[in-house]
């Protein structure tokens, strides 16, 4: 079990930047993705960015269009999601997940944090 704990959520406007932060602690040998999700009131679960954790394989949404950069700090085992070119459709609760394999589909996803509220204002 891996314990989750997002952080760096808040109020930007359509443009700024922001960096999201998900710590992880607990049973971390089996993890082998780390993940970024969002979720807007009334909308599904959408897949952000994937970092394979030993190879640093990264993909993400092609939603995103380049604005988001998915990194890690081993030593700290964290995960960090830098935002740039925010936009007002950007507004969710962004959640991190672990996964054995790096993957979209959130069936796999085995531990989650409680998200961090993201709001971009136009």
């Known amino acids: 079990q891996v314990q989750l704990v997002e952080s760096g959520g808040g109020l930007v406007q359509a443009g700024g930047s922001l960096r999201l932060s998900c710590a992880a602690s607990?049973?971390?040998?089996?993890?082998?993705?780390m993940a970024w999700f969002r979720q807007a009131p009334g909308k599904e679960r959408e897949f952000v960015a994937v970092?394979?954790?030993?190879?640093?394989?990264?993909v993400y949404a092609d939603s995103e269009m380049g604005r988001f950069t998915i990194s890690r700090d081993n030593a700290k085992n964290t995960v960090y999601l830098q935002m740039n070119s925010l936009k007002p459709e950007d507004t969710a609760v962004y959640y991190c997940?672990?996964?054995?394999?790096?993957?979209?589909?959130?069936?796999?996803?085995?531990?989650w944090g409680q998200g961090t509220q993201v709001t971009v204002s136009s």
């Open positions: 997940a672990t996964a054995s394999i790096p993957t979209r589909i959130i069936s796999l996803y085995t531990d």
């Open positions: 607990g049973r971390t040998s089996s993890t082998g993705a």
């Open positions: 970092l394979s954790w030993s190879g640093g394989n990264t």
